[in-house]
């Protein structure tokens, strides 16, 4: 079931299996999220695609039990015990406060000064796995009090000065963020600082945001104020909403690779229909995103040590409700059939095309399958027939591609440029046995298109 936009123009190459030694090429760098240009095709190496999977990859998130919760703390500063106050810096100064030599010193050692203060954060007992993510602007010795017996998974620290804690048990990792340097003994250090102690500001954004590409979480708590001395985490919150138009959980990690589908498989919190047959969950990754999720995924069938088929998809989510460019993929030319509904930018999108590949491997999250692919020693084909669906709507985009081999029905095909492929909508007509495999492509294709638009996110 499938097909990628097909790539033309490249120099003819010898033919050659490929090995577990497959180089993926650098990755590209895709057009900013929310652009006004509509997303084009690109042409690289001679070859054309749809631009939708030209965009770079985060690092796999870390994977944490199913059901875990994240949990949020963010202040300004900590409070001084027992309702003590700050002392301004001239009151620090000892000596002859009528000496402006003595004043200067003690301006320059404690005007300025950031002092370290103390929040306690308390976990009531809960076998629900959960991380917690402290936050704060000032520098902050946090005391984790009753991590004991509270299934806790990971502790992020963050915060423009450096972030210390105390109380967690020596099995829990901590990773630091913080701009300034950690006293903290028993943190990893991490790039990245930032901090947020405000729900309705910008920084709170950000900073869930940056744990969800951390962790992939979403907030199930979040506790904030400018100043404070202790937090209390309990084990039922109610779950943030975030302004999503879905009652579904956001999928916590990855769980896709490594498992099974049949039917459909959901993909950041989007549904994706599956032909008939089982499907192998070969690899989830991200595209770095500031206006929501963006989340990829490639699933495959094996038969007799070849790809028969994949599946390659992108489902992005915005939170800001501008919707997406024009899909311009949509619009292909020379392809062997096509519908498009609707293609309005920041409006109502859905289409489809059925078109060849003679070189699907080069985008980066095409190459990554490739590698997964070459090191279980299955043969990487060099031309691929690819049936593409895009819907869109203000809120979500959801793009998959489906690609088929014809040599599992044993017709090999040369490696050549697009346009003097076989395969090419000019020449296949010319190979009745080419032209009959795409024409039940294209009735696949049209069948499928109604059955992808009618999934709900």
């Avoid at 997303?39 to 059901?67: K, M, Q």
């Avoid at 990893?188 to 500001?201: H, I, L, M, P, V």
């Avoid at 395969?423 to 049209?446: G, L, M, T």
Wanted: charged share 15%.
């Amino acid at each position: 079931m499938a097909v990628l936009l097909g790539p033309w123009n490249t120099p003819p190459k010898a033919l050659t299996k490929p090995s577990a030694s497959y180089k993926p090429l650098g990755q590209a760098t895709a057009p900013a999220l929310g652009q006004s240009l509509p997303i084009p095709a690109t042409t690289r190496n001679g070859s054309w695609h749809d631009a939708t999977f030209d965009v770079s990859l985060s690092p796999p998130v870390a994977s944490f039990p199913p059901g875990t919760e994240l949990h949020i703390i963010g202040v300004y500063e900590g409070a001084l015990v027992n309702g003590q106050q700050e002392q301004p810096w001239w009151a620090k100064c000892v000596g002859d406060k009528s000496n402006s030599a003595t004043m200067l010193d003690c301006h320059q050692k404690y005007a300025g000064q950031h002092t370290q203060k103390t929040i306690t954060v308390t976990l009531s007992r809960s076998s629900v796995p959960k991380v917690i993510a402290l936050m704060a602007y000032e520098p902050v010795k946090w005391k984790i009090s009753g991590a004991d017996g509270t299934n806790l998974q990971k502790v992020i620290l963050a915060g423009y000065h450096g972030q210390d804690v105390e109380g967690v048990p020596a099995e829990v990792a901590v990773d630091v963020y913080s701009n300034d340097s950690s006293p903290c003994q028993i943190c990893t250090r991490q790039s990245g600082a930032f901090y947020a102690y405000e729900k309705d500001s910008r920084e709170y954004t950000q900073a869930v945001e940056k744990l969800h590409t951390i962790t992939g979480l979403r907030p199930a708590s979040f506790q904030g104020s400018y100043r404070s001395d202790r937090f209390y985490i309990n084990g039922s919150p109610q779950t943030e909403q975030s302004g999503r138009p879905s009652s579904k959980a956001k999928s916590l990690t990855d769980s896709i690779s490594g498992r099974v589908f049949v039917d459909e498989v959901v993909i950041g919190n989007m549904n994706l229909p599956l032909p008939e047959g089982s499907w192998q969950g070969l690899l989830y990754a991200q595209s770095p995103s500031n206006r929501g999720s963006d989340d990829l995924a490639v699933l495959v069938r094996i038969e007799q040590n070849q790809l028969a088929e994949m599946i390659v998809v992108r489902a992005q989510f915005v939170s800001d409700g501008r919707g997406f460019s024009r899909h311009l993929a949509c619009e292909a030319k020379e392809i062997h059939a096509g519908s498009i509904e609707s293609n309005e930018a920041s409006g109502p999108q859905a289409c489809y095309w059925v078109n060849h590949d003679t070189d699907p491997w080069i985008q980066p999250i095409f190459a990554l399958a490739a590698n997964r692919l070459a090191a279980r020693s299955i043969n990487l084909p060099t031309l691929l027939v690819n049936a593409g669906f895009h819907k869109a709507d203000k809120h979500t985009a959801l793009t998959g591609q489906y690609f088929a081999n014809p040599e599992i029905k044993g017709m090999s095909s040369p490696n050549t440029l697009w346009e003097a492929s076989p395969w090419h909508p000019n020449h296949v007509k010319q190979f009745p046995e080419r032209a009959a495999y795409i024409q039940d492509r294209v009735q696949w294709a049209s069948t499928w298109f109604q059955i992808f638009k009618a999934t709900q996110p």
